[in-house]
C-alpha cells in the first residue's frame, strides 16, 4: 500500500475501479460460480466498511480548514451555514453506509453456505 499517493488520486482510482467492476459485470458470464460473487461482493462489503472513516477523515480537514478561516463560498452563501449542511449531509450519509454495510454483511455472510452444482 502506497501511501505517499495524493488522497484524491487514490479516491479516484477507487471510484474507477467501481467503475470498471460495473462495466465488466454487466456481462452475466463475468462470474462463473457462486463462489465468485461472494468473493467479489465480499471485497465490496470491504470497501463499504471503510468508505465512514474516509468520509469522516475528509470532513475533519475540511473543518480545520474552517477553523483556520480557509473557507470562502463563491457563491456569497455564509460559510458556517454551508459547513452545517456539509456536516449534516456526511452524518446521514456515514449513517447510511452503516446500514448497507449491514445489508451487505447479511448477504455475504448467506453466500458464504453456496456453491455451484458439479
Excluded: C
Excluded at 488520486?9 to 462470474?31: H, L
Aim: charged share 25%; net charge negative.
Amino acid at each position: 500500500m502506497n501511501l505517499d499517493r495524493d488522497p484524491i488520486a487514490i479516491a479516484q482510482a477507487a471510484a474507477n475501479e467501481i467503475r470498471a467492476f460495473n462495466q465488466r459485470t454487466i456481462d452475466t458470464q463475468a462470474f462463473e460460480q457462486p463462489a465468485d460473487v461472494y468473493r467479489a461482493t465480499d471485497a465490496l462489503l470491504e470497501l463499504v466498511q471503510h468508505m465512514p472513516k474516509a468520509i469522516e477523515q475528509a470532513w475533519k480537514r475540511l473543518r480545520e480548514m474552517e477553523q483556520d478561516d480557509a473557507i470562502r463560498m463563491d457563491n456569497s452563501a455564509d460559510v458556517h451555514d454551508a459547513m452545517e449542511k456539509v456536516r449534516m449531509h456526511l452524518n446521514e450519509a456515514r449513517r447510511d453506509l452503516g446500514y448497507s454495510w449491514g445489508h451487505l454483511n447479511n448477504a455475504v455472510q448467506t453466500m458464504s453456505h453456496m456453491g455451484g452444482q458439479w
